[in-house]
């Protein structure tokens, strides 16, 4: 099934990479991998696959019943050139279709240099678009700019970004767990037709909601790909979308009154921070080893916070510390597997603290469509962020009748692996919409169920971000090409061990780059040299990454997963993944 081709690996960021790069040796990696530097000559790539009809025919094509169970059609089948196409130069017969009963999908198929690969894409947030114009984490990569993958991705099964849809079991299921399903099965389906062969590889991409598409295709049809990019996932949806949401926004809102805190705040708070925690180059390398109180720049009774001698109120330092502590009961266990780390106050504006304290926060927002209309058997419209309550009862009755159709965070990927799928997830440390926390406690998870941190990474290794934001953005270095790393994983078995990660200025020239490491590996500056520079850095294991614990109300385990589907006029759920 998979076949050996050359693809250029991810660069590791030191001098003894460079130096491979420039002679044409292997780099040993710290964890026992290697990764070629050199460029293979043209006859060890794969040849280029043309297409086997014209463009104009895709849209009369009859697939109805190519793929038992679902139903589709192709609605529009029409040339896309080359200036127009936002993933790379190259032209593209642009398919749009539909998957029953309306999950509206497109498809890029390239017209030239096509390689046999095929990429889906995820979305973000509640979905409802449809966007193939670009693909998360994979800046730089050349097979993708040249015409070497079919790309295709699709609206989740509804066509508005708000909770609405979820009134309906059907859309809530295809949201849930079915659509991505469904589209790798059309998508390849239409390749096969239009190529006159199979695609020889398939790739997911996301990042957050795509994030956790990701991961429920691994876990619940852990042959739809070969490699799959997990990005920030929002993959313990139902707790993310509810507690940890609406902790924030009450720990800001205190009270249901003003904001506590507002964006003007937060680049003196982050000073105190980065100080607190030690930072060097403007960055916490590691925060989950921070442990900084914001009560030390708490307000003298009777001093006022200025510019020039910044200072928190007690409501202030109740609001942080509330927010560094994530969503918990009155005893201090956790709702959710998370909490925001220090270093991350820059990236809360709009989504955690607000630019005026009656201003609504992305979180406010956020929260009001999960209650109002995603985890109730009927809409709650009157319900808000106020609403939620942090105790072990009001933890099962939301997570219990909702966790098994929206929730990704089975452990357990033995068939993943076995069909021989890799699995690079990435988090930033500053992401301000989902705590990297939660998805360092999946992953730990992950080991403990596959057998250990030697056996997960044979298949699957986590990156972490310093000063990243929520799938990009924020203070430390963000563009990264990690689909190159996982083609060279799955078509040449060479893990990555490491991800070079780059900052560019408007004018597209390279600012800063680091190197980003395995977990529970950091990048530290061992060399003292440049902060900004790659090679300054080395892996140093994490000890608060490796000893990381969570006591919380959920657990990530197996056999939560259900299923729906319509049996004689009524929808009936039972257990399982498909």
Not at 55 to 76: H, N
Not at 146 to 174: I, K, Y
Not at 216 to 223: F, G, L, V
Not at 294 to 315: E, K, M, N, W, Y
Request: glycine content about 12%; aromatic content about 10%.
């Amino acid at each position: 099934m998979r076949g050996h081709r050359w693809k250029p690996a991810a660069l590791i960021p030191t001098f003894a990479a460079l130096v491979a790069l420039a002679t044409g040796t292997s780099v040993a990696l710290a964890d026992g991998g290697t990764e070629n530097r050199a460029a293979a000559p043209a006859s060890a790539r794969a040849s280029h696959v043309a297409p086997a009809m014209a463009c104009a025919d895709v849209a009369s094509l009859d697939l109805a019943a190519a793929v038992p169970g679902v139903p589709f059609a192709i609605g529009s089948a029409t040339e896309l050139a080359a200036g127009s196409n936002t993933l790379g130069d190259w032209a593209a017969c642009l398919v749009k279709g539909v998957i029953a009963p309306q999950i509206h999908f497109e498809m890029r198929l390239p017209t030239t240099g096509w390689q046999a690969d095929y990429l889906q894409l995820g979305c973000g947030g509640l979905c409802g678009n449809v966007s193939t114009g670009s693909a998360p984490a994979s800046d730089g990569c050349v097979p993708l700019t040249t015409g070497a993958f079919a790309v295709a991705s699709s609206d989740e099964g509804h066509s508005q970004g708000g909770g609405l849809f979820s009134t309906d079991p059907t859309l809530r299921a295809d949201f849930g767990y079915k659509s991505d399903h469904q589209l790798a099965q059309a998508a390849k389906e239409i390749i096969k037709k239009f190529y006159g062969q199979p695609a020889a590889h398939s790739y997911f991409d996301g990042c957050s909601q795509g994030g956790h598409q990701g991961l429920t295709e691994a876990q619940r049809y852990p042959e739809d790909f070969d490699g799959i990019i997990a990005g920030a996932p929002a993959n313990n949806f139902t707790a993310l979308n509810t507690f940890s949401h609406a902790w924030t926004a009450q720990s800001v809102f205190l009270d249901g009154g003003p904001a506590t805190l507002t964006t003007a705040d937060l680049e003196p708070l982050h000073t105190a921070a980065l100080a607190g925690c030690g930072a060097t180059g403007g960055i916490i390398a590691d925060p989950l080893g921070c442990s900084w109180d914001p009560a030390v720049i708490r307000c003298a009774a009777g001093q006022a916070s200025t510019a020039a001698h910044f200072c928190l109120t007690a409501d202030q330092v109740t609001t942080v510390r509330r927010i560094y502590a994530g969503p918990t009961d009155k005893h201090g266990t956790l709702l959710y597997p998370g909490y925001q780390l220090r270093g991350s106050e820059l990236n809360w504006a709009g989504v955690i603290v607000p630019r005026t304290p009656t201003t609504p926060t992305g979180d406010v927002n956020f929260v009001k469509d999960t209650i109002r209309y995603q985890v109730f058997d009927s809409p709650q419209p009157r319900l808000t962020y106020k609403d939620v309550t942090f105790t072990e009862a009001y933890y099962k009755k939301i997570m219990r009748p909702n966790e098994g159709v929206y929730d990704a965070t089975d452990p357990d990927l033995r068939a993943f692996e076995a069909a021989g799928g890799k699995l690079i997830l990435w988090h930033g440390l500053g992401d301000q919409h989902i705590p990297a926390v939660g998805t360092m406690a999946y992953y730990k998870a992950v080991q403990k169920a596959m057998g250990g941190e030697e056996a997960t990474k044979s298949f699957a290794r986590l990156f972490l971000l310093p000063g990243v934001a929520h799938c990009g953005g924020g203070q430390g270095p963000d563009s990264f090409d990690a689909l190159t790393a996982l083609t060279t994983w799955v078509g040449e078995g060479k893990a990555p061990g490491s991800l070079l990660t780059t900052s560019a200025d408007s004018g597209g020239h390279t600012t800063a780059s680091r190197p980003a490491y395995p977990f529970p590996y950091v990048a530290v500056n061992t060399t003292g040299g440049p902060a900004d520079e790659a090679g300054s850095y080395t892996p140093v294991r994490s000890a608060a990454e490796d000893g990381l614990t969570l006591d919380w109300f959920g657990s990530f385990r197996s056999g939560y997963e259900t299923v729906g589907n319509w049996v004689d006029g009524r929808w009936v759920v039972t257990r399982g993944k498909a």
